[in-house]
């Protein structure tokens, strides 16, 4: 699988890229919002995996674009932030599933 990991936290990004490489899928990591999101409309990935808070642009900014342009690229949506109107305004954008810092640890 291609994946796109849009991750701030370069610690974090890393770690995503070393584990999911060594199951075989080919990552690319963004560091901020609006890197990520020109990479995700210029490539093809089977898979974001996307952060909340990002700079540049939000998390919820890039799928709401992504989905706007018909971008049907599952997305996994990871926070810090867990509430359920986050949760429920990152689903309703077009997420396809959402985790939250406790299981994101």
């Known amino acids: 699988m291609r994946i ?8 974090m990004g890393e770690l995503l890229r070393e584990g999911l490489t060594e199951e075989g899928h080919t990552v690319t990591v963004a560091l901020d919002g ?3 999101l020109e990479i995700a409309e210029g490539w093809e990935f089977d898979l974001i995996i996307l952060d909340v808070m990002l700079p540049r642009m ?4 890039i799928a709401r674009r992504l989905r ?3 971008n049907q690229t599952p997305i ?7 509430s ?3 949760l429920i305004e990152g689903l ?14």
């Open 4 to 11: 796109l990991v849009i991750e701030d936290e370069a610690r």
């Open 34 to 36: 609006r890197e990520g």
């Open 58 to 61: 939000d998390g919820f900014a």
């Open 68 to 70: 706007a342009q018909h």
């Open 76 to 82: 996994l949506m990871l926070t810090a932030r867990d």
């Open 84 to 86: 359920a109107k986050d």
């Open 92 to 105: 309703d954008l077009g997420a396809d599933d959402y985790l939250s810092a406790a299981e994101k640890r």
